[in-house]
């Protein structure tokens, strides 16, 4: 079973940045496909970035591209989102979710295998 811890979640001020990382533990890493998730109070979680098992193809919603930035470091078992420029409306609860399959679609929650539990970010005006 992959376990996925995410951290770094935390308040910031309008146009600021930001960064959380999700670790990974009883799996092989390097075999997963990674997506960040995000929740807003009273609106459904939407697919944010999401990044290939190599690392070299990520994906990113219109909303955050050009702001955010997905990587990974396989040999820490960790996937980092890097995101700047914030705005109040990036307020939510991340989270990031692994899948063991190889064709899928990025943003389709049912395409993933594990979740973790969820860090807030909160971003003020």
């Known amino acids: 079973q992959v376990q996925l811890v995410e951290s770094g979640g935390g308040s910031v001020q309008a146009g600021g940045s930001l960064s959380v990382s999700c670790v990974a533990s009883?799996?092989?890493?390097?075999?997963?496909?990674v997506g960040w998730f995000r929740q807003a109070p009273g609106k459904e979680r939407e697919f944010a970035a999401g990044?290939?098992?190599?690392?070299?193809?990520?994906y990113y919603t219109d909303s955050v591209k050009g702001r955010f930035t997905i990587s990974r470091d396989n040999a820490k078992n960790t996937v980092y989102l890097q995101m700047n420029s914030l705005k109040p409306e990036d307020t939510a609860v991340y989270t990031c979710?692994?899948?063991?399959?190889?064709?899928?679609?990025?943003?389709?929650?049912?395409?993933?295998?594990?979740w973790g539990q969820g860090t807030q970010v909160t971003v003020s005006s």
């Open positions: 009883g799996g092989t890493f390097s075999r997963y496909g």
């Open positions: 990044i290939s098992r190599s690392g070299g193809t990520p």
């Open positions: 979710a692994a899948s063991v399959r190889g064709p899928m679609a990025w943003g389709r929650v049912y395409d993933y295998d594990y």
